[in-house]
Each structure stands twice: as C-alpha cells, then as structure tokens.
C-alpha cells in the first residue's frame, strides 16, 4: 500500500495552521489572570511581546529544520534524526498518550461549552451524575455521567472532524482555512469596534492598579508567571512541521508560514490587548470573568456574551481541527517507521489520507472527553512538552555540528545567539516549574508532582518501544 501523502496545502492553509493553531479561546480569558499577577499595562504588554518572541526564535529554529527536512511527522522527525529513532518514538508517545490527544478533547469541550449559550445541553441530575466515579490514585476522580450532554457534543465534533479528515486532506484544509479567517476577522472587529469606540482612555495604558509594588524579585517572579499564561497563548505553533510532506514546496512555504503566521498572532494578541485596556484599567481587567465580553459592554454598551461565546466556539472548534489535522501525522510517522503499529502508517488507497492515524487520534480523544479527566492530565504533560522543545532546539546545534555540509535553505537568524536564548528559556522553564511543582506538592497544595508524574508517563513507553522494536521485519 502506498505510503505517500499528497501535497495538498500552500502558503495560505499553511499560514491558516500556524494562526489557527496559535489563536484558540485563551486570548479571551487569560489576559485578566494576568492583569492581576502583574498588575501594570506597561509589564502586560511587554510580556506577550517577549513571549512571542521567544516563540519566534523556537520557530526559526522549526523552520531550518523543517527546510533541511520537509517531511511528515515534524518534530518526530527531527528528533529521530539527532538521537536515534528511541528518542523520537518517547515523543511520540507522549504526545499520542496524552499531551496532542488531551489537548484536542479539551479544546472541543471548550466549544461544546460554549455552544450551550445558544443550544440546550441536557444533564442528568447530581446524584445520577455522581453515581459513577473511577477512582485514580494521587490523580483523579473520573465522573463519566458528569455534563454528560456537552461531552456528547464534544464527541460529535471530534467525529465530524476525525470524518472530514479521514475523507480529504484538502477539505480539511478548507474548514480550517474558513475557521481561522472568521476568527481572526472576528478579533479585528472586537480590536476595531473598541478602539474606536471613543469610550476609553489612553492613559490606562500608563496607569498601574492601585497598591501596585512589584520590586525586583517579585517583579521577575509575576512577569515569569505571566509569561507562563502567555506562553499557553503562543503554543502550536510548531503544527505546520507536522504537515510538511504535504507543503507545495515545504523548503519555501513552510518558513514563511511560520515567521508570517506567528508575527500575525503576536500582533493581534498585543493589539486585543491594548483594546481590553483602553475601556478596562489593568485593575479592573484583574478583576473580569470573562474579559472580551466585559470590555465590548463597555465599549458597545451592550452585553457581548453571545458575540464572545460564538468567538469561542468559532476559535476552540478551529483550534481542535488543527490540532487533530496536524497531530495525526506524528502517529502517521511513527507508524511509518515501525516504531508503532505499521496500519497506522498506510495511506488511504481511495482518499490519499493517513486515514488510520486520524482515527486513532479521534477515538482517543473522544476518551479522553468521556473521562473528563483531561485537564489534570494536560497539566501533568504540559512539563513534557517543554523537555521535548529543548531536545529539539539542542539537537537543533548537534545537526550543525553533524551535518555541516547539509543543504539548508533556510538558516535561523541570530545563530548561534538566538537559538541559544531560547535553549536558556526552557532550561529556565523547566527548572522553576520543577521546582513549583515540588513545593506545592510539599505544601499539600497538590495531590501528586505533575512534572515527575509525566516523566514517568513517558517512561512507561519504554515497554512498548521495545515490543515494537522486536516485531520490525
């Protein structure tokens, strides 16, 4: 059976990943979490700028990679290529086990929530709801019957989207082309329609909230916490890796998608921000729910519940298509290259899809939505997420060192500078989220260390790698 995907996306879908996947429901909540832990416009917005940044000098180390080797799988790629195929199947599987799939299901729960402002969404009565619980030791309790009538629409729209992919890779480009141009279209107007309300006031983008302080260490310990919530904001860029074996002319389209598509967000990002701020000062904005809507009340003078929960649904629906597009071609490749059951590397003979990976994807996720219990999960992963960012930036210089001679047309700027800072970032991250994980775990703030729990996650792929190992032909 043939194992060649079809090149099917240009520089515009490739675009619309990089948005699509960066842009989901955080930009309408998160900022007013961080309003409050810094509590100054000025730090606020220095922070979505450095985080993409950061951001940018990961992606251009992405795209040499990608533009050395444009081939599906991305990141499981590169990996494989700098330390052997056992370090890339401990990503793989960590983001098959949990990290991709967790994040797809809770991105449709996002949606399906949302949906329920416009849709009636029945639910069983608490005690039915609570009459099922599995137990998880130091993890969860997982209530399957719990908001049993959004996690049914969650695993609708996982379905339909898992169908639409399994069909046709060029429809699946075309709803997340639509999805990403009304999102980022419907941002505009919310940026546009407040800005030029004439009901703010340019002096809260100098004013601080009352009793503000920050000095020194505290002011680096709330600008790191925020640029945590940043970062959630930024990530997903990578996707569009996972896709390059079916990029028209992927040494080209694949770096500009990226540079184009994350300094699209960053400006959107800092520009939505600036909006909420003009009509909300930076205490005030501390203090919001749900920020967009009461931004657009006060600005528009009425209540923007129902326009900000279609911009959510809009955006998580999006955001969970891309997810599953992009993601299903790490199964694709790891079953591709034997380190996974080989049917999931086969392309439809029909459609031309990695039909099996999709669905693998989907059925998943779907469990996960069942469970419930994929935001703790999430959580404990996100740690692992980071380990793998810095082994792909390091391997990033071994391959420098490795293959000098390498074609490579396109070479991250600021090198050796640039990619350095971001390696010395994540060290950072992972070191005080380690060290944060431990002490609220210490000070019973926390039922178990997430960071080592999702060490030992991974780890327990190792098993299975060598089952796939002896089975190779």
Request: hydrophobic content about 50%; some cysteine.
């Amino acid at each position: 059976m043939s194992r060649e995907l079809k090149k099917n996306i240009g520089l515009r879908p490739a675009i619309s990943i990089v948005i699509g996947s960066v842009i989901g429901a955080g930009i309408f909540m998160k900022p007013a979490t961080m309003a409050g832990q810094l509590g100054s416009p000025t730090l606020l917005i220095l922070v979505w700028i450095v985080a993409g940044a950061i951001s940018i000098f990961g992606a251009m180390i992405y795209a040499e990679l990608g533009a050395m080797f444009p081939e599906t799988g991305g990141p499981y790629v590169y990996l494989e290529k700098t330390y052997g195929e056992f370090t890339a199947f401990l990503y793989g599987w960590s983001t098959l086990a949990v990290i991709n799939t967790a994040a797809i299901a809770s991105m449709a729960f996002v949606a399906a929530d949302y949906a329920g402002y416009f849709l009636h969404l029945p639910r069983f009565a608490p005690a039915v709801e609570s009459s099922i619980k599995l137990h998880i030791p130091y993890i969860a309790d997982i209530y399957p019957l719990q908001n049993f009538g959004v996690k049914t629409l969650s695993i609708l729209i996982i379905a339909l989207i898992t169908a639409v992919n399994y069909l046709s890779t060029r429809s699946g480009n075309f709803i997340q082309y639509i999805a990403t141009i009304l999102k980022t279209l419907a941002l505009l107007l919310l940026i546009g329609g407040i800005l030029f309300s004439g009901k703010g006031d340019t002096e809260n983008f100098f004013t601080n909230a009352p009793g503000f302080h920050l000095r020194d260490w505290t002011v680096f310990a709330a600008f790191m916490a925020a640029t945590t919530g940043a970062f959630s904001s930024y990530d997903g860029w990578y996707n569009v890796n996972m896709v390059a074996g079916e990029i028209k002319d992927p040494r080209r389209n694949l770096t500009k998608s990226l540079l184009i598509g994350l300094l699209a967000c960053m400006a959107i990002y800092v520009l939505t921000n600036l909006a909420y701020l003009y009509v909300l000062p930076v205490g005030q904005m501390a203090g919001s729910r749900l920020v967009a809507a009461d931004a657009m009340e006060k600005a528009l003078g009425m209540a923007g519940g129902g326009f900000i929960a279609a911009m959510i649904v809009i955006s998580a629906f999006g955001a969970t298509h891309v997810n599953l597009l992009a993601n299903a071609r790490i199964v694709f490749a790891m079953g591709e290259n034997r380190t996974f059951f080989s049917w999931a590397g086969n392309v439809h003979p029909r459609f031309r899809t990695p039909g099996n990976s999709v669905l693998v994807m989907g059925v998943w996720s779907s469990l996960f939505v069942l469970s419930g219990s994929f935001d703790v999960l999430a959580d404990m992963f996100v740690f692992m997420a980071w380990v793998f960012y810095g082994l792909t930036a390091v391997g990033f210089f071994i391959l420098r060192r490795k293959m000098p001679d390498a074609d490579r047309p396109y070479k991250a700027w600021g090198y050796p500078v640039l990619p350095l800072l971001f390696i010395l970032f994540t060290l950072f991250y992972l070191g005080t989220t380690l060290y944060n994980d431990i002490s609220n775990y210490n000070s019973g703030k926390a039922p178990v260390i997430n960071s080592v729990f999702g060490l030992l996650l991974t780890a327990a792929g190792i098993p299975l790698y060598w089952y796939f190992k002896k089975q190779k032909p």
